[in-house]
């Protein structure tokens, strides 16, 4: 079996692996441990909840564990600080990985996630090419792993899906699979040739010959591959494809691959290297070649019958099957404890549970060892491949500047959207037009032209929110896996700054558009105009900043629309200080200030009312009230108590200012800096949010 042979060949182990979650203190893997070795497949099998993507989670890194074996005092007090989450004890280790932390010289490590997420407007090629010069890699790689996963027809398709402003057709299920492992193959690649470029510097030149003959030693491949259940949702060819890929990278790149299936077919089962059985509990029922799984349960009493899927078999076998009755639950269970124990006593089991501290042994003496003598592990030999290697990932200016690139063709492909929003944006403002008609210089003109106003700060504020609420949750997914890249991934900084550079100008356009053309149908002052579109512009990207961070931190888009209205109703009610159309509660008065209403609102008043003279004698206003009254009662009972809450006839928009309590010059221009404020503080926000992200 693969556990009785040398160690050499491993680049992960895991020990005694024990997760446990809930307040109920449920069992999800008890024990686990196993060995996966450089150029093979390791496939994990087992029932349903028997830990496969849990475990893959551990080993990943997802889910910490304390790095010791398990212990009852201590797991009993994590548990009480952690109910929810679950805990993790055990040991796991990477081949090089000196310090058991993902040190210099560690292993590379990559995940394929079971539903990979794309940028759904940028094409196959694009994607890879992307994600290679965020990592500092090759172009040359790129065409090469195209050709290898077998992308080359589908290399300048779109990849398609819903991160953007509409759902895109795409590539296939199975396509989106490949490119996945295309990606991190990529990602492993690149990891691979800084940590070689780092050892090679450490090195240092005068070391070079002693430097190649360790080389010859150390392979200048390797690395660690995870995938979560890669074939789920595939029809049978299309698995079986994914599967053969998975296989070749094991070999090309001289990996350990380690994949979690979900009914496998005899074909994928054949495919396999080695198999990791996990039964009911999160028990190990074998780890070993998968040739010779079968032998191993026939020797203790579990033969597979001719023609029957191997794995279906195995699967069955060490499942419990709790609604078949108390007896076969009884009967399952104590079929599951006797495999479980039959594997404990093997040799393979034995040394698995002590294989971690072996590897982690064994790279401290290769550590130990390249220090006595001036020369790293994994040094490359030659200064022609040092100098291949030594390309850095760019910093953060050079991540911006790619992420504008992504930015900017997601925007220019999705453009009919953005015509729709135009087309739509200059709608609202002829409805709005039509019903707020020429108001007039008279003395009832004040409160129609701040109703405006009003009325306009709120539909510039609920059309942005909205449409930034249901923005950044349909990337989340996409943005959390590529940050959280071990190696090459890039910081929240120059991701939220590139969209804010290329979605923002944007997004500002739309209430340009609306104010332009509302603005001469109600009547609204020349001379204001430009401040006017202004303020509604930078209302505008005060609102998509504030609607980007509240999808930033809803877990969900559902979740984001379901709180973003609420505060924007908030920002309403404590919009209008000025009392116009509600009283702000003295209390309430420096709460009012984090409103983005009110100093929109203060804006557009200050930017309208600001030398505007008014006409006593202009009866356009009250003469439309009169007709659309038609001589009604009510009609006469309105106007009574309109005229009594607008008052004499101001002579200058200045005295409405004055009355409201605003500034009576430069207010416009003030209220626009205190707008300006949200759209520095708010990107923080969500660096800081995404940045914490688990």
């Avoid at 490590?109 to 694009?126: A, G, H, I, M």
């Avoid at 003496?365 to 030594?390: L, N, Q, V």
């Avoid at 709120?458 to 890249?485: D, H, K, Q, W, Y």
């Amino acid at each position: 079996m693969v556990g009785d042979a040398a160690t050499g060949d491993d680049a992960l182990a895991w020990s005694d692996i024990r997760y446990v979650v809930g307040r109920a203190n449920r069992v999800v893997l008890d024990g686990t441990s196993g060995v996966a070795r450089a150029s093979r497949l390791l496939g994990i099998l087992g029932p349903s909840g028997s830990g496969k993507t849990t475990l893959l989670n551990v080993l990943a890194g997802r889910l910490k564990t304390d790095g010791t074996a398990t212990n009852t005092a201590t797991t009993t007090t994590m548990r009480k600080r952690r109910a929810r989450r679950g805990v993790a004890t055990g040991r796991v280790a990477y081949a090089g990985d000196a310090s058991g932390r993902g040190g210099r010289g560690a292993t590379p490590l990559s995940y394929v996630e079971q539903d990979p997420k794309f940028f759904s407007n940028l094409t196959v090629r694009e994607t890879l090419t992307l994600d290679a010069a965020l990592q500092g890699g090759d172009a040359a790689d790129v065409d090469a792993i195209i050709r290898r996963l077998g992308l080359v027809a589908c290399a300048d398709s779109y990849v398609g899906g819903d991160t953007g402003g509409k759902a895109v057709r795409g590539i296939s299920g199975g396509e989106r699979r490949r490119l996945a492992i295309a990606a991190e193959t990529l990602c492993l690649r690149n990891a691979r040739r800084r940590r070689d470029a780092d050892a090679g510097a450490g090195a240092g030149g005068g070391h070079e010959a002693r430097t190649s003959s360790a080389s010859s030693s150390s392979p200048q491949r390797g690395g660690v591959i995870l995938a979560d259940e890669p074939t789920t949702g595939l029809d049978a060819h299309q698995a079986d494809k994914i599967v053969q890929k998975l296989r070749e990278t094991a070999v090309e790149e001289a990996a350990a691959v380690v994949c979690v299936l979900h009914q496998p077919r005899s074909a994928i089962f054949d495919t396999l290297d080695d198999l990791l059985l996990l039964a009911s509990g999160g028990r190990v029922a074998y780890c070993g070649p998968a040739k010779d799984a079968l032998r191993h349960f026939e020797e203790i009493g579990h033969a597979c019958p001719r023609y029957h899927n191997p794995a279906e078999f195995l699967i069955d076998l060490v499942a419990v099957d709790a609604d078949g009755g108390v007896e076969a639950e009884r009967a399952d269970v104590e079929r599951v404890d006797a495999i479980a124990e039959a594997w404990k006593a093997t040799a393979a089991a034995k040394r698995h549970a002590t294989a971690a501290a072996a590897l982690l042994r064994a790279s401290d003496k290769a550590t130990a060892t390249a220090t006595a003598t001036g020369i790293e592990p994994g040094a490359r030999g030659t200064r022609e491949k040092d100098a291949g290697a030594r390309r850095r990932p760019p910093g953060a200016f050079g991540q911006f500047k790619l992420l504008v690139g992504r930015a900017f063709k997601q925007c220019r492909r999705e453009a009919w959207v953005n015509g729709v929003r135009l087309v739509a944006s200059a709608a609202l403002a002829l409805a709005f037009g039509g019903c707020n008609y020429d108001v007039g210089l008279g003395g009832k003109s004040v409160k129609r032209r701040a109703a405006v106003m009003m009325q306009a700060c709120i539909n510039t504020s609920m059309l942005a929110v909205c449409r930034s609420l249901n923005g950044f949750p349909r990337e989340r997914a996409t943005v959390s896996r590529e940050m959280s890249r071990v190696s090459g991934g890039y910081k929240p900084g120059p991701y939220f700054f590139s969209k804010l550079l290329v979605e923002t100008p944007i997004d500002m356009i739309f209430p340009v558009v609306f104010g332009g053309v509302m603005g001469p149908m109600v009547g609204l002052r020349a001379g204001g105009k430009k401040m006017f579109l202004t303020t509604l512009a930078l209302q505008t990207a005060s609102a998509s900043c504030l609607g980007l961070s509240v999808g930033a931190l809803a877990p969900s888009a559902e979740m984001a629309l379901a709180i973003g209205p609420c505060i924007m109703v908030l920002s309403i009610m404590l919009g209008d200080e000025s009392g116009a159309f509600a009283e702000v509660p003295e209390s309430l008065r420096g709460v009012s200030n984090f409103s983005l209403i009110k100093w929109a609102f203060r804006g557009c008043l200050c930017s309208e009312f600001e030398g505007l003279v008014f006409d006593p004698l202009d009866k356009r206003g009250e003469e439309k009230k009169k007709k659309n009254a038609n001589g009604a009662a009510g009609g006469i009972a309105k106007r009574a108590a309109r005229n009594a809450m607008e008052g004499v006839c101001p002579r200058t928009g200045e005295e409405v200012l004055e009355g409201l309590g605003l500034p009576t010059s430069g207010g416009a221009a003030r209220a626009a800096k205190a707008q300006a404020r949200p759209i520095h503080c708010f990107p923080y926000d969500r660096v800081g949010v995404v940045n914490a992200d688990p």
